[in-house]
């Protein structure tokens, strides 16, 4: 199982799923930044982190990075019709779907704890540059919880939206499913 979950992060290299996981948790940090740049007061740091950052990662930008992400990782084995190489080789076809399901599923929490850095290290410079350096104490308590509990949350989505980039080889179908998805959970969150 060790072998097949290299294989796979051996494909993300190079790849635009790879490019994806740094650019899109770096766009809160960009949005901190030029915030508090432009601000005329002085911010907390749990206003940046609760109020900010949580509700556009978890109800926006989240769902939309997963969506794009699982569809990239799918496109990976439908070009060239890897998939008929890969479920040919010696290796049970069970572990190649977790295997991918592992990947996915760690790359959605390591970019979720990109996505608090690089909001952090936004508001820092834009404090910096703005003249109104963020105050507080940073909540690390509800942020870790926060955290826990939005990578449960989001298991099952990301497992459905796996599903469906690995199923058709369309990269319509799979995207759809995820802009679908992201625009019910905004519906529900604004009732």
């Not at 990662?57 to 990976?76: D, E, K, N, R, S």
Request: overall charge positive; hydrophobic content about 60%.
């Amino acid at each position: 199982m060790i072998a097949i979950l290299n294989v796979e992060i051996r494909k993300l290299n190079g790849s635009l799923a790879a490019v994806l996981a740094i650019v899109a948790p770096a766009l809160p940090g960009v949005l901190a930044t030029l915030s508090l740049m432009t601000s005329d007061h002085t911010a907390r740091w749990a206003s940046i982190f609760n109020d900010f950052l949580l509700p556009i990662w978890t109800l926006f930008l989240l769902p939309m990075v997963v969506a794009a992400f699982t569809t990239l990782i799918g496109q990976i084995e439908h070009r060239g019709r890897g998939w008929d190489h890969l479920l040919a080789l010696p290796v049970r076809r069970w572990q190649v779907f977790l295997a991918k399901a592992i990947i996915v599923l760690l790359a959605s929490s390591g970019i979720t704890l990109l996505a608090l850095l690089f909001t952090y290290a936004g508001a820092s410079l834009g404090g910096v540059l703005g003249g109104h350096a963020p105050v507080g104490a940073i909540p690390w308590h509800n942020l870790s919880r926060t955290v826990v509990l939005l990578w449960t949350g989001t298991s099952m989505m990301i497992i459905l939206q796996l599903w469906s980039a690995l199923r058709f080889a369309s990269f319509v179908v799979p995207l759809s499913v995820g802009i679908g998805g992201t625009l019910v959970a905004l519906a529900v969150a604004c009732r």
